[in-house]
Structures are given as structure tokens and as C-alpha cells.
């Protein structure tokens, strides 16, 4: 089976998009992580939402765990403050490495590989023509998972 018969189509934004937004539509549609694509529509990112939420917290929290367990529910307006107003491009990790891609007419075990190294729950599936590039869509974990299972 190829990467073309798994790509399912996939839920994205764009770096421009409003953070808020984009957070909605991962909760929204219970994704494993945010694909974000560029102004020409080409995978510039896939976060995993463990990421994402870690973008949301706040920091003095991150940065004494101890204070976690006597903060309660009543601050949890700073989290939509934290990002309200934010772009995509802006809310993303420091960190952003370039998405997990692969073309059409990779195998199982190749995207299987990719997604292991890469430590993401998703791989954009992409087809290049000369300078070009399409998403046709991407394949998550348990895709994958479920197609591995399966055996030949």
C-alpha cells in the first residue's frame, strides 16, 4: 500500500491564521496535531497538540510545577489570553522543525520510519510537479497503525 491510497484529507491552517481559531479546530476535531501550511499551501508544519498545549499554559506554571497543584480552575481565562491575538506563525513553538513529508509512492514502512524518527503523529503527504508542491493530505498514527496491523 502507498502513501497516495492512506492520505486522508486532513484538517489545516495557515500561518496567518488566528491562533484561537486554530486551536479550536484541533479541539474541535479531536486531531493528534496541527498541520500549518505556508501562503502557497505547502506544509510548513506539524505541531502535536502535547506541543501546542504547552504554548498555553503559563509560564510561572511551567516553570515551578509545585505551583500547579494549588493553582485552580478559576485561572483559566490567561490561557485564551495567552494567545489571543496571535497568529499561527506566532503561537508555534520556538522550536519548529520542518514537517514530516512524504511524496505518494512511499511504502508503509518508509512513512512507518519517518513517523518514528520524527516523533509526529501525522506525515503530510505531498506531490511535487517541477517547483510545485500539493498537499493531498496526510496520514496519522493510527492510520498507519491500523494498515501495519493488518499485515500484507
Do not use: F
Not at 491564521?17 to 506544509?43: E, W
Not at 514502512?109 to 506531490?127: C, D, F, G, N, Y
Amino acid at each position: 500500500m502507498l502513501a497516495r491510497d492512506l492520505a486522508e484529507t486532513y484538517p489545516h491552517v495557515s500561518v496567518d491564521a488566528d491562533a484561537v481559531d486554530a486551536a479550536r479546530l484541533l479541539a474541535g476535531n479531536k486531531l493528534p496535531a496541527l498541520l500549518v501550511v505556508d501562503a502557497d499551501q505547502r506544509p510548513y508544519a506539524i505541531v502535536p497538540g502535547s506541543q501546542l498545549i504547552k504554548q498555553l499554559v503559563p509560564d510561572y506554571l511551567l516553570a515551578e510545577p509545585l505551583l500547579v497543584s494549588v493553582v485552580d480552575d478559576r485561572h483559566l481565562g490567561e490561557v485564551t489570553e495567552k494567545i489571543d491575538g496571535l497568529t499561527v506563525a506566532e503561537w508555534l513553538p520556538s522550536r519548529t522543525y520542518a514537517p514530516p513529508v512524504v511524496g505518494p509512492d512511499a511504502g508503509l514502512l518508509q512513512v512507518a520510519a519517518l513517523m518514528a524518527r520524527t516523533h509526529s503523529p501525522l506525515v503530510a503527504v505531498i506531490e511535487r510537479e517541477g517547483d510545485e508542491v500539493r498537499l493531498l493530505g496526510a496520514i496519522t498514527a493510527a492510520c498507519l497503525m491500523t494498515h501495519l496491523l493488518a499485515g500484507p
